[in-house]
């Protein structure tokens, strides 16, 4: 059974910084896309930004490039998503996916929600003054 533990959310200032944490269980990091996804309340989910563990690859959605950063811990099945000057409309729940291997995605492909095969749960991040 595939099980996330997400962590990291909370509330912080605009401008300010915060690094979700996804602990993945029941897949191994030799092949496989962790991603992250957001949803805020009357919106559709989106894709924030993914990591594919076997070349590292990394994507990101346009609005947050530049100030929010992805990486892996293989050795701990950990991924981390680093938020730099966070806006008000970086607020949302904040999921974990993951797609199991063979892992076939791309630039085009990598926020679509379809492909990944299991979610966590959330955590929110809430941008306010």
């Known amino acids: 059974e595939v099980q996330f533990v997400e962590s990291g959310g909370g509330l912080v200032q605009p401008g300010g910084s915060l690094r979700l944490s996804c602990v993945v269980s029941?897949?191994?990091?030799?092949?496989?896309?962790v991603a992250w996804f957001r949803q805020a309340p009357g919106k559709e989910r989106e894709g924030v930004s993914c990591?594919?563990?076997?070349?590292?690859?990394?994507y990101y959605a346009d609005s947050v490039k530049g100030r929010f950063f992805i990486s892996s811990d293989n050795a701990k099945n950990t991924v981390y998503l680093q938020m730099n000057r966070l806006k008000a409309e970086d607020t949302a729940n904040y999921f974990c996916?993951?797609?199991?291997?063979?892992?076939?995605?791309?630039?085009?492909?990598?926020?679509?929600?379809?492909?990944?095969?299991?979610w966590g749960q959330g955590t929110q991040v809430t941008v306010s003054s």
């Open positions: 996916a993951a797609i199991r291997p063979p892992v076939s995605i791309g630039t085009s492909t990598w926020p679509n929600t379809w492909e990944y095969d299991y």
């Open positions: 990591i594919i563990s076997k070349d590292n690859n990394t």
């Open positions: 029941g897949l191994t990091f030799d092949d496989v896309a």
